[in-house]
T-cell receptor, first 110, second 113 residues
Framework: GQNIDQPTEMTATEGAIVQINCTYQTSGFNGLFWYQQHAGEAPTFLSY????GLEEKGRFSSFLSRSKGYSYLLLKELQMKDSASYLC???????????FGTGTRLTVIP | GAGVSQSPRYKVAKRGQDVALRCDPISGHVSLFWYQQALGQGPEFLTYFQNEAQLDKSGLPSDRFFAERPEGSVSTLKIQRTQQEDSAVYLCASSSGTGFGYTFGSGTRLTVV
């Protein structure tokens, strides 16, 4: 079967660093996406990992280990506006769509 | 257009009513996807179009759900005889091709009462 696991909720302090983990078991793997979704809004693209390793983009970084079926999203210097849901999604081989996890709701507190 | 546009933004339907949800993708985007997102959940795939061809409808939950994209641009998701379990946000996304990231619309929040 196919499955993506993410923590349901996380809380972190403004200015801190937070790591959101994602583990996946899917039938084939082409790449992994992270999306940010504020309440009532569209998911917006954050990152895409195809190869193992760390991809850094400003305050956000994403890591992938294909052998472990594991990814994480790292958010540095947290800001209040980072309070949102973070969705992990896998692009599966032979599939015409992205398979999403349930998302991690991050709350940033002062 | 500059982004993916969906209408209406909110829809309240009485149980048993038919509804039609519209998606206007980014101009020139070949691929168009419909997803259903229940409260507190991730988006779940419904159907996929490449231009006007519906290549995958494996995620449509029942034969009450129907989608079309007759000219390869605007798409409509129709739900017949709505039920309470159909209440969700319906997201449309477009992409310039498979394997590329999606651009999502803001969704239509459907509430069936």
């Amino acid at each position: 079967g196919q499955n993506i696991d993410q923590p349901t909720e996380m809380t972190a302090t403004e200015g801190a660093i937070v790591q959101i983990n994602c583990t996946y078991q899917t039938s084939g793997f082409n790449g992994l996406f992270w999306y940010q979704q504020h309440a009532g809004e569209a998911p917006t693209f954050l990152s895409y990992n195809v190869l193992d390793g760390l991809e850094e983009k400003g305050r956000f970084s994403s890591f992938l280990s294909r052998s472990k079926g594991y990814s994480y999203l790292l958010l540095k210097e947290l800001q209040m506006k980072d309070s949102a849901s973070y969705l992990c999604a896998v692009d599966q081989t032979g599939a015409n769509n992205l398979f999403f996890g349930t998302g991690t709701r991050l709350t940033v507190i002062p | 257009g500059a982004g993916v546009s969906q209408s209406p933004r909110y829809k309240v339907a009485k149980r048993g009513q038919d509804v039609a949800l519209r998606c206007d993708p980014i101009s020139g985007h070949v691929s168009l996807f419909w997803y259903q997102q229940a409260l507190g959940q991730g988006p779940e795939f419904l159907t996929y179009f490449q231009n006007e061809a519906q290549l995958d409808k494996s995620g449509l939950p029942s034969d009450r759900f129907f989608a079309e994209r007759p000219e390869g641009s605007v798409s409509t998701l129709k739900i017949q005889r709505t039920q309470q379990e159909d209440s969700a946000v319906y997201l449309c996304a477009s992409s310039s091709g498979t394997g590329f990231g999606y651009t999502f619309g803001s969704g239509t929040r459907l509430t069936v009462v």
